[in-house]
Structures are given as structure tokens and as C-alpha cells.
């Protein structure tokens, strides 16, 4: 396969290429894959970007074009796409011990550490970890839990979750019901019942006319309170959030939002979980984005960068205080009700430990500071920028706002797919982003250097030009 080494002159993707010129993995793909969050019917004419290999930061795909991943895939490849010696951890663990599971008291040496080693970053006390394989399960989970404890506390009434507009939790029923996104509900018959809806924390967004940020947590903070006293604070088990919510559109809250929101739950015993699942192991600057924005989790999901993304794992973090009451309550029942076969899989924790270990040796919040700082001093460049309506984000994860009337603040007409063509125009430059409708989002691997900082912004800024002209020229 011809190998392409410069990202710079690269075909652009053809959006309607004819059946016969794809690859037989790309029809194959079409013939026999049903993708995830795809465009079903489109992904039959359009087919797909088929990666076969990882570089570092970047991909290559089946004709040797490489693409600068400026999302580390799915928010997840934390470490790249070639770290040798995450290979080298999975391929000693398959040599010793491929598998072995976690029910009825047995354990793997590798699971026990690394369950050690994350109870020794994250900032809950006496914390107790729980493994899963995705971010969907280890949501699901974490619900459950809250459930089992509440019950395990006299009270069992305590069964509904608050969960804010614009949230992405997962795919699973209950991830997807704790979704505020309309796409995740529609023809599935979701949400189930007992998901309440809040506000999405978006000051740029929703502020109104006139309000102060202040005023505006002030009136967040009010609707919360409304909230808990319609539905009544005993029947309230939860609050899930995303520290920044991500597929939503990077949307950072409010400063003091997640103190304020904190007071409130401690007040009503309604525990406070965090989804830790793309903010986690860095990504805003500290080891987890409670850490960023000031709050203390009675829970949280980590995934993703648990293992850079090299194998699936996810897990469950407790404080100590709620893990001893599901152990006391398990004790009572003889056992506990849940669990999965592949829960603390050793190959999957011992990446996930080398992941870890390797953290901390490249002392990863400060780089992903340092890495932040510089993307954030680029981006901040385009904020004159016609069609950008807010740049956001802290540490080493941002979103670009796309506006039709910058003044404003008027969102383009959603047929024009504007998010969409500044995709395609930045794939056609080897640079692969995500956009989340009108909202570009970029969160490149904490390996990414200062100079695939700059070209990734330059690379977004001459699309947004690109897109921009076209625009104009078709009035
Ligand atoms: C914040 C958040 N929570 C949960 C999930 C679900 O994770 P998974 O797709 O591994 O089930 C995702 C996935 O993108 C996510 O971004």
C-alpha cells in the first residue's frame, strides 16, 4: 500500500463515490456493518473512511492518507494510536492470563492493582472501584448503585435522576433515557420513566438579555431547587453531569455552577455522580474535571482514557461512605446482584494500569495544561472570526460555536450543514475533527506537539474561510 508520509496534499473525501471504486473492506462495510450513530441510509451512498493504521497523533486510511486525529478518535486515544508499550502490556497479559473473571470472590493480580492505583489518583475518600467494559455500562451501573444505596438506607423511594438538557450518558437504555438530546430518544420509545430534565449550564446559550453570568447560575440554581421541590426530594436518588458536557457541544458551566448545584443536593441527599467519561485522566488540566470545576462526587464513570482506548474498560468510582453501605447491604442479601463476565478483564486492566503508570511519568494534568494553554492562545486568534460564536473549553479539549449573525448569536439554518462542510473541508486537509452539529469540537492526544497544535488551528481556521466563501458566494 502506498504510504502518503505528508497530510498536506491529500484527495479530498468524496462524498458520492461510486460503488464500483470502493474497496472491497468499504463495500463489505456497507453490505454487512450497522454502524453506530451513523446516517443509516446515507452511509449506503457515501460509505465509509476505512483507517487501517495509527501514527502517533495520526491515522492512515486504506489508500495511505494520513489524517491528524484532532479528536483522539472519540475523545479516548489519550496516548496516541502506536504506543508500543500499551501493546507490549496487552500482549504480556495474553501470554500469562487472558482471562479470568471477577464473580464469587475471584480476582486477577492485575485488576487489584489497578483498582489500587485509581483509587490512588482520583479524589474521592476511601474510594472503593468498581470495573465495567463501556462508558453506557458503567452509567447503568452507577445508577444502580445509587439505587442499592438509597435502598440499602431506608429509602427505597429514592429511584429518580436529574440529568441536564444537551447530556450524553451512553447508548444503553438507561444511558440514552439520561441523554438530553432528542436524536438518542426518538423511534426507541425512550426515556424511561423517573429521568427529570434540567438546564444545560450554557451561559453563551441561554443568558438572557441583560443577565450576568452570576444572575444567570442565580436563576440555574433556582430552577434546580423548583425542580426538587416538584418532584419531591425523597423520590430523587441522583444528579448525573458531565464536568463539560461533550457530545452535547463542549459546553463548559458557569463559574461556582457546580459548588452551588452541590450545596443544593447535599441538602436533599441526592447524590452527586459525575461523568467522568471524556474529562477524566486529564483532559481539563486536572486528573478529573470534578477536580476543574470544584466539586466532590459521591460517584463517577470513567472510560475512554482509562486505557487510551486501546481496549474497552470502564469503571465505577464510590467514595468509601457508599461503598460501606452496599457492602453491608450485600453482606445482608448474601451477595450482590451485578456484575458483568468481562468486569476487571485482565488484559483490558493491565493496559489500563500501563495507561496509568504512563500518566503519571509524563505528569499529564501540567502537559495537558501546557498542550491547553497553547491550543487555547491559537484558537483564541479566531475569535474575530464572521461565523464564530464562542470558542470554549479548558485544558486540552475545546468547542468552536458556529454562527450565522455573530451579534446575535443567530445558530445557522441546520439544513445548511455548516458543521458538517467545515468537517469535510478539514478532512480534505488531513485533519480529522468532529462536529456536533454547528459545534466543532477538538481534543487531540496528550502527544500531539506544539507545531500539530498550530497546524490543526490553521487547518480549522482556513475552512471555516473556505465554508465561510461559500457562503457568501451562494448568497
Ligand atoms: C460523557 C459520556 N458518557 C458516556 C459515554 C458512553 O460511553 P460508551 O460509548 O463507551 O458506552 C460517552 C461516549 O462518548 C460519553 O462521551
Not at 492505583?117 to 445509587?146: Q, T, W
Not at 491550543?375 to 470558542?391: A, F, N, T, Y
Not at 466543532?440 to 473556505?466: F, H, K, R, W
Request: net charge negative; proline share 5%.
Amino acid at each position: 500500500m502506498p504510504r502518503q508520509e505528508s497530510n498536506r496534499d491529500v484527495i479530498p473525501p468524496d462524498s458520492e463515490t461510486p460503488r464500483a471504486q470502493l474497496s472491497s473492506f468499504a463495500q463489505a462495510d456497507i453490505e454487512y456493518h450497522l454502524h453506530s450513530q451513523t446516517n443509516l441510509a446515507q452511509h449506503r451512498r457515501r460509505g465509509p473512511l476505512v483507517i487501517v493504521r495509527g501514527d502517533g497523533a495520526y491515522v492512515v486510511d486504506e489508500a495511505g492518507r494520513r489524517y491528524l486525529e484532532c479528536m483522539s478518535g472519540l475523545w479516548c486515544a489519550s496516548l496516541g494510536f502506536s504506543n508500543e508499550r500499551l501493546a507490549a502490556a496487552a500482549k504480556r497479559q495474553i501470554d500469562a492470563l487472558p482471562y479470568y473473571h471477577t464473580f464469587n470472590h475471584r480476582s486477577n493480580d492485575v485488576v487489584s492493582k489497578l483498582a489500587e492505583a485509581i483509587v490512588r489518583v482520583v479524589p474521592l475518600k476511601s474510594a472503593r472501584v468498581f470495573f465495567a467494559n463501556s462508558g453506557s455500562e458503567a452509567i447503568d451501573s452507577m445508577v444502580k448503585f445509587a439505587w442499592y444505596f438509597h435502598t440499602a438506607s431506608g429509602n427505597p423511594r429514592k429511584r429518580k435522576v436529574l440529568s441536564r438538557e444537551k447530556a450524553f450518558h451512553g447508548s444503553t437504555v438507561m444511558g440514552a433515557s439520561l441523554a438530553g438530546l432528542p436524536a438518542m430518544h426518538a423511534s426507541f420509545g425512550l426515556p424511561i420513566e423517573g429521568i427529570v430534565r434540567i438546564d444545560c449550564p450554557h451561559f453563551y446559550r441561554y443568558g438572557e438579555i441583560g443577565e450576568s453570568e452570576a444572575e444567570y447560575t442565580d436563576r440555574l440554581i433556582n430552577n434546580l431547587q423548583t425542580v426538587i421541590d416538584r418532584e419531591g426530594a425523597d423520590t430523587i436518588a441522583a444528579f448525573i453531569a458531565e464536568p463539560i458536557m461533550g457530545a452535547g457541544g463542549v459546553i463548559v458551566p458557569p463559574v461556582g455552577y457546580f459548588e452551588r448545584v452541590q450545596q443544593v443536593l447535599r441538602q436533599h441527599d441526592i447524590l452527586l455522580l459525575s461523568d467522568e467519561i471524556v474529562c477524566g485522566f486529564g483532559r481539563t488540566g486536572t486528573w478529573f474535571g470534578c477536580q476543574s470545576f470544584g466539586f466532590e462526587p459521591d460517584m463517577m464513570a470513567c472510560a475512554k482514557g482509562l486505557s487510551s482506548g486501546y481496549v474497552p474498560i470502564s469503571c465505577v468510582v464510590m467514595s468509601g461512605d457508599i461503598a460501606s453501605v452496599i457492602e453491608v447491604r450485600s453482606g445482608l442479601e448474601r451477595g450482590f446482584g451485578h456484575g458483568f463476565t468481562y468486569s476487571g478483564h485482565p488484559v483490558a486492566a493491565a493496559v489500563a494500569l500501563e495507561a496509568l503508570t504512563i500518566y503519571q511519568e509524563m505528569e499529564l494534568p501540567a502537559v495537558a495544561r501546557r498542550l491547553g494553554a497553547r491550543l487555547h492562545e491559537r484558537l483564541d486568534g479566531m475569535r474575530s472570526h464572521p461565523m464564530v460564536g464562542e470558542i470554549r473549553g479548558t485544558g486540552l479539549i475545546a468547542g468552536i460555536e458556529l454562527v450565522a449573525d455573530k451579534a446575535a448569536r443567530r445558530p445557522f439554518v441546520s439544513d445548511e450543514e455548516v458543521g458538517a462542510q467545515v468537517e469535510q473541508a478539514m478532512r480534505a486537509r488531513g485533519l480529522i475533527i468532529r462536529n456536533m452539529g454547528d459545534v466543532i469540537a477538538l481534543c487531540p492526544p496528550y502527544i500531539i506537539s506544539d507545531a500539530q497544535i498550530d497546524e490543526m488551528v490553521a487547518g480549522l481556521e482556513t475552512a471555516l474561510n473556505e465554508v465561510h466563501n461559500r457562503q457568501i458566494a451562494n448568497g
